[in-house]
């Protein structure tokens, strides 16, 4: 059937237009407190019903965010917090077939739920265990890399700022003590961002490239010209 007598999806005149969005109004309560508090601050939020609210706010908001969740939205509950850089990777995918001639990479970048300017981003989620309802806040990371601790406000952000730090080499005004949780004080570099090169996968592409031996009979076959002999029951030819 053509586009042009395709009309089972245009309702008839007289019929009522399909529902076409589903609302979640325990989120959007969530959302509307966020704004009422914190105004101006709020960039942009998605909602995904019945599974979790995404709320971009600005950087200089990040830790006053933190604080309304926990204090006016009940999300006393700290999941997470971790960063995404959203700069394509110009090594390109690891897990594609490293034996066949790198992909141009497209540099631009795209940012994911709720937008976002920067390339990167810090996110957190965290919860209102009375319902189970959650709050994902994200947040662009200004060029100095900076932004504030959630220290203050969830204790257990601590060790997951420390490994952004470490991972992405973003800064959380207001941390009590940023050092290295996985490598070695010494270690240069930011092994989260995408233009650190993974050599391991440079020099061995994932899954990793099996050499694969032929059999003996399939070799000497291979030599000989001829297909390989199959052997009967009791070892005779």
């Not at 007598?5 to 009522?16: G, I, L, M």
């Not at 942009?44 to 019945?50: L, P």
């Not at 920067?118 to 319902?131: I, K, N, P």
């Amino acid at each position: 059937m053509s586009p042009d007598t395709d009309t089972s999806t245009t309702p008839a005149p007289d019929e009522a237009p399909a529902e076409d969005t589903v609302r979640d109004e325990v989120l959007e309560s969530m959302r509307d407190r966020l704004v009422a508090e914190l105004g101006d601050a709020v960039l942009d939020s998605e909602i995904g019903v019945g599974r979790s609210l995404w709320v971009r706010v600005t950087a200089e908001a990040w830790r006053t965010a933190g604080q309304v969740a926990r204090d006016h939205l009940g999300c006393r509950w700290f999941d997470f917090l971790s960063a995404i850089d959203w700069l394509p990777s110009p090594y390109g995918r690891y897990e594609d077939d490293g034996m066949s001639p790198p992909k141009e990479v497209d540099p631009t970048i795209v940012t994911g739920v709720a937008g976002g300017d920067t390339r990167f981003q810090v996110f957190a989620r965290v919860v209102d265990l009375s319902d189970g309802s959650g709050l994902i806040l994200k947040a662009d990371v200004p060029e100095d890399l900076t932004v504030p601790s959630w220290v203050p406000v969830y204790d257990g952000a601590d060790w997951h700022e420390r490994e952004t730090w470490e991972m992405f080499g973003i800064t959380f005004d207001g941390h009590p003590g940023l050092r290295h949780i996985y490598l070695p004080g010494d270690f240069e570099g930011n092994p989260l961002r995408k233009d650190f090169p993974l050599i391991a996968r440079i020099v061995k592409p994932w899954p990793g490239i099996i050499d694969v031996e032929p059999m003996p009979a399939e070799d000497e076959g291979a030599a000989d010209g001829d297909a390989p002999a199959e052997t009967t029951e009791g070892g005779a030819e």
